[in-house]
């Protein structure tokens, strides 16, 4: 039995749970990352004994819509998967449904689900930090339940997961762009996931091929990208909602 760990991880701590959850396995694991440029894409090869991790971020109660697409195009020849929902810090709502059915109608077996805490994508100050130390011991430990259900033979049963079908609706933006010290590097053109941001103006960006995902902002070596002033009123906004620290939940 391989262990794949499968991420979309746009500014990096969506995959950094991913990583601590494996720690709990008794087996080397295999990374594969779907947020990249769609040339560069590199699906792993999946056989029907495998267990697979498979983490995505929250946005507004959903995962990206980019995310579960190119999931769909992995070959999963009926292997055992985890799915991850990681979120900074204010609520998943739907995502654990919505990837228990993404990952479902690509072919896995959904044996378990994990909610769990990253810093926020945009407001960072929320959720800050994590996943920490306590998160990493308590993730390796949600890594352990799975490994041994898996090892145990245990009838796979469907999961009960929360969240509501049909999904919220989904919300678009906040879309970063470039503050006046851009060098225009093409750092973020060359890294952004879609393709919305144009080596000919990287200032911009191209909002019908934006998903908010921050990617741009977390690569900009200057730390000259960003969403300008709706930073400070989101973080007002949510400040009520992302203050007290989430705890990290598994469902096996």
């Known amino acids: 039995m391989n262990i794949h760990q499968i991420s979309f991880s746009p500014t990096g701590g969506t995959r950094r ?18 947020c990249t440029k769609q040339e560069n894409m590199k699906y792993p090869d999946i056989k029907a004994d495998d267990l697979v991790v498979v983490s995505m971020p929250v946005y507004a109660g ?18 055992k998967c985890a799915v991850v929902a990681v979120y900074g ?9 919505e990837m228990q059915d993404a990952a479902t109608e690509t072919g896995f ?19 800050a930090g994590r996943p920490d130390g306590k998160d990493a011991e308590e993730l390796a430990s949600f890594g ?24 919220k609706q989904g919300c678009s933006g906040p879309y970063p762009i470039a ?5 225009e590097c093409g750092t973020c053109a060359s890294e952004c996931p879609t393709g919305a941001i144009s080596f000919d103006n990287s200032k911009g960006v191209n909002q019908e091929l934006c998903i908010g995902c921050m990617r741009c902002v977390s690569v ?5 990208r960003g969403i300008g002033e709706r930073l400070n ?7 009520p909602l992302c203050s007290d620290r989430k705890q990290n939940e598994l469902f096996v």
């Open 62 to 79: 959903r995962v990206p819509a980019l995310a579960v697409e190119r999931l769909s195009h992995i070959k999963a020849n009926g292997a």
């Open 144 to 167: 352990a339940a799975i490994y041994n259900k898996v090892k145990s033979g245990q009838t796979v049963e469907p999961l009960s997961l929360p969240g509501n079908r049909p999904y």
């Open 109 to 127: 077996q959904v044996i378990a689900a994990v909610a769990a805490i990253a810093e926020h994508s945009i407001c960072r100050m929320y959720g």
């Open 89 to 97: 810090n204010r609520a998943y709502e739907d995502a654990l449904v």
């Open 220 to 224: 900009c070596p200057i730390q000259e």
């Open 233 to 239: 009123m989101l973080t007002e906004h949510l400040k």
């Open 179 to 183: 503050g006046d010290a851009c060098t």
């Open 17 to 34: 749970v991913g990583e601590l959850l494996c720690k709990g396995f008794d087996a080397e694991c295999y990374a594969t990352e779907l």
